[in-house]
């Protein structure tokens, strides 16, 4: 009997069976394939959005750690940068915009910045106060490479002065709530507080480096607590959006049942000569148990697969939107990378397969004998 077990689950998973039978064995699991895809595909996408958000706090802001002095231990892959943060006026021949100016110094963008934000220079030998701008900002006051405009900023006595600035470079805009506003001048152009940017490679920790520069006694805080209203925004939205996934995991689970019905309907004459045989009830029921399981979880890995492979589509879209619409995108990033976080899928899988086998022996458990044919 046990012999007889395995040759009828292998066979009714398919081996040496035509094509009709397995493509009719498949359909009652597309729903499954379908939802499966779309998870994997919500996860990896809104993961790699909010991990952009985060490293954009860093690169746009104010560094992974500002500090108001040069700590004397660092890692040797930190960089650290001199910058003055202020408000200004911009005036252009196309526009006018209110903005934040930071003051920065030679070579600023000569590391990390420089390679994530992909920089359109046009040189600044012998440029008059070359000046830095997002594409999103340059487009509204309607600034090319080499087009010159005014800002006008206020000094330490309070009065206003103006400058005259010519664009340098312009880089994609990444993050238009941030970039949106923002333009980089040199540092004498601004009066202000100077600030120590302490810009760490991306995943690296951060908050250990923060305890051992505090620990030196000098003042210093993360671009957590500098920019803790958007941080703890992003935060929210992924605890958020892992309830939701795991709500509809469950819910897709649940209905693993009716697959479990339509194998058993579809195998009504098979079951009824196995009892005649004398099996048991409860050795048929493990039975259709581990078909229905087997199905679910090849549908379950072939959908979070076609979601991952989706998702590197994902990066295209949504610079295509920007490009056409960038009003949409104001407080989303408008390019990122795509960043696959195994834990999130390996939990939607375990919770989707965890629930399709209570779900599914409930149903077995309820399925009366006279019904398969008993």
Same mark, same amino acid.
């Given at each position: 009997?046990?012999?007889?077990?395995?040759?009828?689950?292998?066979?009714?998973?398919?081996?040496?069976?035509?094509? %009709?039978?397995?493509?009719? &064995?498949?359909m009652p699991l597309v729903i499954i394939f379908l939802i499966s895809a779309v998870l994997s595909f919500s996860i990896v996408f809104i993961t790699s959005v909010s991990a952009r958000i985060d490293?954009?706090?860093?690169?746009?802001?104010?560094?992974?750690?500002?500090?108001?002095?040069?700590?004397?231990?660092?890692?040797?892959?930190a960089e650290v940068s001199l910058s003055c943060t202020s408000e200004c006026l911009l005036y252009s021949a196309d526009g006018t915009s209110a903005a934040v100016v930071k003051g920065v110094m030679d070579g600023y963008f000569?590391?990390?910045?420089?390679?994530?934000?992909?920089?359109?220079?046009?040189?600044?030998?012998?440029?008059?106060? !070359?000046?830095?701008?997002? %594409?999103?900002?340059?487009?509204?006051?309607?600034?090319?490479?080499?087009?010159?405009?005014?800002?006008?900023?206020?000094?330490?006595?309070?009065?206003?002065?103006?400058?005259?600035?010519?664009?340098s470079g312009i880089f994609c805009s990444v993050y238009p709530q941030l970039d949106g506003h923002l333009i980089?001048? !040199?540092?004498?152009?601004?009066?202000?507080?100077?600030?120590?940017?302490?810009?760490?490679?991306?995943?690296?920790?951060?908050?250990?480096?923060?305890?051992g520069i505090r620990e030196e006694g000098v003042f210093a805080r993360s671009y957590r607590e500098i920019y803790g209203s958007a941080y703890r925004n992003i935060r929210a939205s992924l605890s958020v959006m892992h309830l939701v996934l795991a709500a509809v995991a469950i819910l897709a689970a649940y209905f693993s049942s009716d697959i479990a019905e339509a194998y058993t309907s579809r195998d009504r004459k098979d079951i009824e000569g196995l009892l005649?045989?004398?099996?048991?009830?409860?050795?048929?029921?493990?039975?259709?148990?581990?078909?229905?399981?087997?199905?679910? &979880?090849?549908?379950?890995?072939?959908?979070?697969?076609a979601g991952i492979l989706l998702s590197f589509l994902s990066p295209s879209l949504i610079s295509w939107i920007a490009s056409r619409n960038a009003s949409l995108l104001a407080y989303y990033v408008t390019s990122f990378r795509i960043s696959i976080p195994p834990l999130p899928l390996i939990a939607m899988l375990a919770l989707m397969l965890a629930v399709s086998s209570v779900s599914v022996s409930i149903f077995l458990r309820r399925l009366k004998p006279s019904s398969l044919g008993a």
């Amino acid at each position: 009997m046990a012999d007889l077990e395995r040759i009828y689950i292998r066979r009714k998973c398919g081996e040496g069976m035509p094509g %009709s039978y397995i493509a009719s &064995a498949l359909m009652p699991l597309v729903i499954i394939f379908l939802i499966s895809a779309v998870l994997s595909f919500s996860i990896v996408f809104i993961t790699s959005v909010s991990a952009r958000i985060d490293r954009m706090l860093q690169v746009l802001g104010s560094g992974s750690i500002a500090s108001a002095a040069v700590p004397e231990t660092l890692p040797e892959s930190a960089e650290v940068s001199l910058s003055c943060t202020s408000e200004c006026l911009l005036y252009s021949a196309d526009g006018t915009s209110a903005a934040v100016v930071k003051g920065v110094m030679d070579g600023y963008f000569s590391g990390y910045r420089g390679e994530e934000l992909e920089i359109e220079w046009t040189g600044t030998d012998g440029m008059l106060n !070359p000046s830095v701008v997002s %594409s999103s900002l340059a487009s509204s006051l309607g600034l090319e490479p080499g087009d010159r405009l005014t800002m006008m900023a206020m000094d330490t006595e309070g009065r206003a002065r103006p400058y005259l600035l010519t664009v340098s470079g312009i880089f994609c805009s990444v993050y238009p709530q941030l970039d949106g506003h923002l333009i980089y001048v !040199p540092l004498e152009l601004v009066d202000g507080r100077n600030t120590w940017e302490i810009l760490l490679p991306e995943g690296m920790d951060d908050a250990q480096v923060l305890r051992g520069i505090r620990e030196e006694g000098v003042f210093a805080r993360s671009y957590r607590e500098i920019y803790g209203s958007a941080y703890r925004n992003i935060r929210a939205s992924l605890s958020v959006m892992h309830l939701v996934l795991a709500a509809v995991a469950i819910l897709a689970a649940y209905f693993s049942s009716d697959i479990a019905e339509a194998y058993t309907s579809r195998d009504r004459k098979d079951i009824e000569g196995l009892l005649m045989m004398g099996m048991q009830y409860r050795r048929l029921r493990r039975i259709y148990l581990m078909i229905t399981m087997a199905g679910v &979880a090849l549908a379950s890995a072939a959908g979070t697969g076609a979601g991952i492979l989706l998702s590197f589509l994902s990066p295209s879209l949504i610079s295509w939107i920007a490009s056409r619409n960038a009003s949409l995108l104001a407080y989303y990033v408008t390019s990122f990378r795509i960043s696959i976080p195994p834990l999130p899928l390996i939990a939607m899988l375990a919770l989707m397969l965890a629930v399709s086998s209570v779900s599914v022996s409930i149903f077995l458990r309820r399925l009366k004998p006279s019904s398969l044919g008993a």
